[in-house]
């Protein structure tokens, strides 16, 4: 098996520049010539994974195939490269450590000091190369999680700076993503902070071969040769990346630089013309929208937008297949009662109830799905947002009125999403969900096999309760259809209702699949459904 080459991807100057985009992109243009490619993150906190993470703090959490509970940018690298990622690409020094410490406990440093170096590095090293036993790579992109400088990237510099000296610079290079200032007072373009930040990651050992500059405004050629003396890089190599409308034009901007020319030529790989024509035609589609549909997404994280990245990325993936925007509202369900619900989403033609853990908001969603029932509006409820859809139904049509979860009223007489029963004595919070993907067979006359076209289907999880099938036949006869579940365990993983034009709960999270060359069916057949519903007042 050949080895692998390596790109490093470190961030300069301040955080949020946006290197899980560039690596992305990076690797999409290098995936367009043919080459295997691999994108990991590495993230210096403490954590074990950001599974535990609030995403008011961190942003979404996403999950893989195998269950990993990660870094929402392998979101980014899934939807970018339509190709699945798995744990080994997300790696945290929470985890690091953990391994390190558990090897010392067995006693396999044989009496020697654990330190930093080589121990901690050395577990970082291997397990950046975890990624080559699993698959014939012939590129691996990583991402090293904040900007150089930082106390706890120190370990991750230098794992870099050692695998450098090991490998060769043919076969790993270092590219820096910094940020180019623009001061308006002066109109001037500062390049200081970007000389500080290499310099900062020389004084580690590690010389940038490449920088991609973001900025405002273009960089003329005397910034780029100034920037290119003063870091030591040649000038192709200093690549600007200026401000884009959607993430999804990073590609072609990178290629118009030459982002992946400058890096396959130091790498020492051939060459050729990216095939990017799948991915423009997706663009075509997005930026030339026949129409425009208007969606209500209800959670209780809306005023951030990571927090429902992958559902907001869904939605822009469906909507270039309907050949529509998507406007998506973010609606704080705690602001919704019976009295305004009307008001509030009158002006949608489909609304979304989000995932979401605990009892804040729930009522607010509640009244929503039953606003959505009534007045024959699609309805699509992930997650919480379908249990949130049998409580509704329980309460308003089987006339149980204090139907609830478990996980909101403990003591309810009447739990109609209950605990899974091997989540009972569970006490650690960390990886302990029903994650990943699981099995779903759906009934042939369903509204979702028509959209699958499939019986059997895989989808991911990441749940603690489930709809309690003691009141599964009672709930069928009036009309909530149980029309997935898993065969193994008779878990409910669809609900619908036959007498709507689309009314779709799933206990799994169809978002983590939806790709660009591969949008969810779900998300499609609802914009879909969505744009056929043409609000009687106009909006
Ligand atoms: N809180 C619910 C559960 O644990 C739903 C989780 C979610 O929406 N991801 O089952």
New binding site residues.
């Given amino acids: 098996m050949a080895q692998p080459k390596y790109i490093f991807v470190t961030g300069g100057v301040t955080s949020s520049l946006g290197k899980g985009i560039i690596a992305a992109s990076l690797a999409k243009l290098l995936q367009a010539q043919g080459y295997k490619t691999s994108i990991q993150k590495l993230d210096p906190y403490i954590n074990i994974d950001p599974g535990t993470l609030n995403p008011y703090e961190h942003g979404e959490c996403y999950v893989t195939n195998d269950g990993a509970e990660t870094d929402l940018d392998l979101g980014h690298y899934e939807r970018f490269l339509n190709v699945p990622t798995s744990q080994a690409n997300n790696i945290t020094t929470g985890r690091i450590y953990q391994n390190v410490i558990d090897k010392e406990r067995n006693g396999e440093y044989l009496g020697k000091t654990v330190q930093v170096i080589p121990h901690i590095t050395d577990e970082i090293k291997k397990n950046i190369r975890f990624l080559e036993e699993s698959d014939n790579f012939d590129i691996i992109i990583t991402e090293i999680g904040g900007t150089v400088g930082d106390i706890e990237s120190l370990p991750y510099i230098e794992a870099v700076r050692q695998l450098k000296w090991e490998m060769g610079k043919e076969n790993l290079i270092v590219i820096h993503l910094t940020l180019i200032p623009y001061l308006s007072a002066a109109k001037e373009l500062k390049t200081k902070p970007t000389q500080h930040s290499v310099k900062t990651l020389m004084e580690s050992g590690v010389q940038a071969d490449i920088l991609v500059c973001r900025t405002e405004h273009e960089l003329n050629s005397d910034i780029k040769k100034k920037l290119a003396s003063f870091c030591n890089v040649n000038s192709n190599c200093v690549i600007q990346s200026v401000d884009v409308n959607t993430i999804y034009d990073v590609p072609n901007c990178m290629f118009r630089e030459g982002l992946d020319k400058v890096s396959l030529k130091k790498l020492n790989l051939k060459y050729k013309e990216p095939n990017l024509k799948s991915w423009n035609d997706f663009l075509k589609r997005y930026k030339n929208p026949k129409g425009v549909v208007k969606i209500a997404l209800i959670g209780k994280y809306v005023e951030l937008q990571d927090s429902y990245k992958s559902i907001l990325e869904s939605f822009i993936h469906a909507g270039s297949m309907n050949e529509v925007e998507v406007k998506v509202k973010a609606i704080h369900s705690e602001h919704i009662n019976s009295k305004n619900v009307n008001k509030i989403l009158k002006e949608f033609n489909g609304v979304l109830v ?5 009892e804040r908001g729930v009522e607010g969603k509640i009244k929503a799905i039953e606003y959505v029932r009534k007045n024959k509006i699609p309805f699509f409820g ?4 379908m ?1 949130m859809a049998v409580i509704e139904f329980s309460r308003n049509v089987l006339c149980i009125k204090d139907a609830n ?1 478990t ?1 909101v009223n403990p003591k309810t007489k009447n739990p109609v ?1 209950d605990l899974m029963e091997d989540q009972k004595g569970i006490k650690k919070k960390g990886g302990t ?1 029903r994650l990943g993907l699981w099995d779903c067979k759906l009934s042939l006359d369903s509204l979702c096999y028509s959209i699958y076209q499939s019986e059997k289907i895989e989808e991911r999880h ?5 709809l309690n099938n003691d009141y599964l036949d009672k709930l069928q006869a009036n009309g909530l259809f149980a029309s997935g579940m898993n065969e193994n365990t008779n878990l409910v993983e669809i609900v619908e209702i036959k007498e709507h034009p689309w009314f779709v709960g799933v206990q799994f ?1 169809p978002e983590y699949k939806s790709t660009v060359l591969s949008p969810h069916p779900l998300f499609v057949s609802f914009i879909n459904a969505s744009k056929k519903n043409v609000l009687v007042n106009g909006g």
């Fill in positions: 989000a995932p979401g853990f605990g992930i997650c919480y947002g249990q979860s996980e999403i969900m990441r749940h603690r309760y489930e999270h």
